[in-house]
Every structure is written in C-alpha cells, then in structure tokens.
C-alpha cells in the first residue's frame, strides 16, 4: 500500500510539473514564437493538457479509485501534446515532461481499475 501512495505521489507531482510547464509554455513561447506555434489544434492541445493535468493530481490526492479513469484520460491527452509540439519542434522540455506524466499516468489508470 506505501508503494501506491508513493507512486501516486510521485504521479501528481509530474501532472502539477507538466500542468505549469504546458500552460507557461503555451502562453510565454507559443505566442512569442507565433506561427505553427499558435495554429489552433496545437495551442488548444498545449491548454487541454495542462487542464486535465491539474484535474488529474487533485482526483488523485482526493484517494477515489476511479482516479483511474481521470489518469487513463491525462495519459492520451499528454501523449498528444508531447506529439505535437516534438512535431513543431523548439519545445523539448514540454515534449518530456509530457511523455514523463504520460508514463506515469498509464501506471496510475491500470491500478485496480474501479467497477
């Protein structure tokens, strides 16, 4: 059970990091940089995963089993971002914290999956 909560600790740090970075990201680089940067599908992406981020470390913290569906949810939209913004490139420290959290959100969503 210890090795759980430190796992998921573990987990809801990465999504807060991720969260920040996305969210700082996309509003400090993307809109300085411009072009494919702010490209709707991209900048929506980049706002889209620092949100459900955040909605995943509070679900987590909050100890409910269906955390798990949250953290299914948060890995797919990470995975995403991190896609999209390797694609269009100058982003590699969002790229990796996104893979980090996705990572470590596809650990969360096979725990006891809940009925």
């Known amino acids: 059970m210890h090795q759980l909560k430190t796992e ?21 680089h993307c809109l300085e940089v411009g072009g494919k940067h702010v490209e709707p599908q991209h900048f929506k992406l980049m ?5 459900i981020c955040r909605a995943s470390a509070v679900v987590m913290t909050t100890g409910i ?11 797919k939209i990470c995975t995403a971002c991190a896609d999209s913004c ?3 490139g100058d982003m590699q420290e969002c790229v990796d914290a996104c893979r980090q959290c996705a990572k470590s959100c ?7 999956r809940a009925a």
């Not at 089993?65 to 948060?74: G, K, R």
């Open 47 to 51: 706002i889209a995963c620092a949100e």
């Open 86 to 88: 390797e694609a269009i």
């Open 106 to 112: 596809r650990t969360m969503s096979h725990e006891k």
């Open 65 to 75: 089993e269906q955390h798990v569906f949250v953290c299914s949810a948060c890995e």
């Open 8 to 28: 998921m600790q573990h987990c809801v740090d990465l999504c807060e990091a991720c969260a920040n970075l996305c969210f700082t990201t996309a509003m400090n």
